[in-house]
């Protein structure tokens, strides 16, 4: 049995290995079809690109049957089929392995060593809430997920600018973005100071009203070209906002602000070298934050090296030509439609009953969300003004109906346990796993439990990534959850999880399937099969998003 938390990257290396040095070979397989009879399969034709005729030798078949090593999943059998080199693992022994070790596989690992702390700004939130474009909302959106992944893997992340506007931080509240806020500017003085130093007296006069001076930076961008910077940047304009904005941010890189993590020798004035700065800012943004950030490095020999940006393609309104609308305005069109799909549904005047206030605000926000987030944050956006339905699989409200199915299902255990209808739920490692045939238990373990973490370090990377662009993948979670809704949704209506139904009849030790009856709260016992159901489903609500 392997030991450590158990990796489809590292199985996947860990079988190219065995097949010798290469191309990559293998891949995991997706589709319930094809995980019927197999888990990782070696095409035909790249093994006869690799071996002559095709034929693998029988070292091979030996060292991949054998496969072993930190991360690696055991395997049961390796055989040749007319698809190629096709690879089962032992299943059971994978399921008592993740769901034994649930945690390791629900959060990621913390680094044995601090990585570079992450000073995240996003320009946007300097805005009037009323004001705030769509485009900018997807930034502060894309912003918050990008802190929130950060964290879960260990990275010490301070969230610039603090939130000064009390507008601002209520509607930040709604949207569920949890963001510094502060009452205090900070001081300008020193870099006015350095402004001052490198202006030429002679044009001054020409300057517009409010503006200090007017710096060259064609120079840095000569210097920088290989890094991406726009090669139209001829000069900046300098203001007390700007001054402001730079001020901010070199606030956040020489003293870390209090509760953050503190550097790497223990003290809040760490150096800038092991500092990354990420601007995520809107398209309409990119520009100015481009000529912000060499001004920064114009004016302050500390300024961090490593400075990345990440710009939010436009949104846009798919029907609605040319109309500007704000994010208040989207928030309120989009709760109004989610009230009215909800009253659809379930029937009487909802909006009138208090005890669905914050059910509309939080469907209404995973509906915003899931919009978005789940186009990649570079590309355009199109946004659908029609009403939204919450009978599509698609959807972030289809994710939140999927997770109360699952909250459901934990209260009417516990509801049930109280009145003697289950049993204490043993210890994982007394349950036989071989019981579990059902496809759709395999599906949500090797697709959705398996391969989490792995899907969550995609979807952004600090290291090695040149030039000034950092990629971001966030469709990639929200693809995810769909799925992970999907095949959760599909097993649901299959199997009665917590118990056989009453029309079976069965006993304590019945390994049959039940018909789903609907009521999972009120089943006549609770077999010993339906004990490895529910220690599957037990781990479905840290994916919830």
Not at 151 to 169: I, K, T, Y
Not at 174 to 186: C, D, G, H, I, Q
Not at 306 to 328: E, S
Request: proline share 7%.
């Amino acid at each position: 049995m392997a030991t450590g938390r158990l990796g489809v990257g590292e199985t996947l290396e860990a079988l190219n290995a065995a097949v010798g040095p290469g191309s990559p070979v293998w891949f995991k397989e997706t589709h319930a079809r094809h995980l019927r009879v197999r888990d990782f399969l070696a095409p035909r034709s790249a093994l006869q690109a690799r071996f002559r005729d095709g034929q693998v030798p029988e070292c091979v078949f030996r060292a991949v049957s054998c496969l072993q090593g930190p991360g690696v999943a055991p395997v049961l059998r390796c055989a040749p089929t007319p698809a190629g080199l096709s690879l089962q693992l032992q299943r059971p022994a994978v399921f008592e392995h993740v769901l034994g070790a649930l945690a390791s596989y629900a959060t990621p690992a913390k680094p044995a060593s601090p990585g570079p702390r992450v000073v995240l700004h996003c320009p946007a939130l300097r805005c009037n809430s009323g004001t705030l474009r769509l485009s900018q909302l997807r930034a502060v959106l894309v912003a918050d997920h990008l802190v929130r992944v950060l964290r879960a893997h260990g990275v010490r992340v301070c969230s610039v600018p603090p939130v000064r506007d009390p507008h601002m931080s209520t509607f930040l509240q709604k949207l569920r973005v949890e963001w510094p806020t502060a009452s205090k500017s900070t001081s300008t003085e020193t870099l006015r100071t350095c402004v001052l130093a490198n202006l030429d007296g002679s044009k001054e006069a020409t300057l517009p009203p409010g503006v200090l001076g007017r710096l060259c930076l064609k120079e840095l961008v000569e210097q920088s070209r290989a890094a991406g910077y726009d090669p139209s940047i001829d000069h900046c304009l300098v203001t007390e906002d700007v001054l402001s904005v730079l001020s901010e941010l070199q606030e956040a890189v020489r003293h870390w602000p209090e509760g953050g993590h503190q550097g790497p020798a223990g003290h809040p004035d760490a150096g800038v070298d092991d500092c990354v700065v990420i601007h995520v800012v809107s398209c309409e943004e990119a520009f100015q934050q481009q000529k912000l950030d060499l001004l920064w490095q114009k004016l302050d020999d500390q300024a961090p090296h490593k400075q990345k940006h990440l710009v939010c393609g436009p949104v846009k309104i798919a029907g609605v030509p040319g109309t500007q609308m704000t994010a208040p305005e989207y928030y309120r069109l989009r709760h109004a439609q989610v009230r009215e799909a909800s009253a659809l549904k379930h029937g009487g005047d909802l909006a009138q009953d208090p005890t669905w206030t914050e059910t509309f605000d939080i469907l209404s926000v995973a509906t915003i969300k899931f919009e978005m987030l789940s186009t990649a944050p570079q590309s355009q956006l199109l946004l659908a003004h029609s009403t939204i339905s919450t009978k599509g699989t698609k959807s972030g409200t289809f994710v939140m109906y999927n997770c109360a199915r699952l909250a459901t299902l934990f209260e009417g255990y516990k509801h049930g346990l109280e009145q003697g209808l289950y049993p204490t739920f043993p210890l994982v490692s007394s349950l036989d796993f071989s019981l579990l045939h059902d496809e759709g238990e395999w599906l949500l373990l090797f697709n959705s439990v398996l391969p989490f973490l792995d899907l969550l370090s995609q979807t952004v990377s600090l290291a090695g990534t040149p030039g000034l662009h950092i990629p971001v993948r966030t469709e990639m979670v929200c693809k995810f959850l769909v799925q992970l809704s999907m095949d959760f949704s599909s097993y649901y209506n299959r199997v009665h999880i917590l118990g056989v139904s009453i029309q079976q009849g069965g006993s304590v030790g019945n390994v049959g399937k039940a018909e789903h009856t609907g009521n999972e709260d009120a089943p006549d016992c609770f077999s010993f099969r339906n004990l490895g159901h529910t220690s599957l489903v037990r781990c479905l609500l840290a994916y919830s998003f």
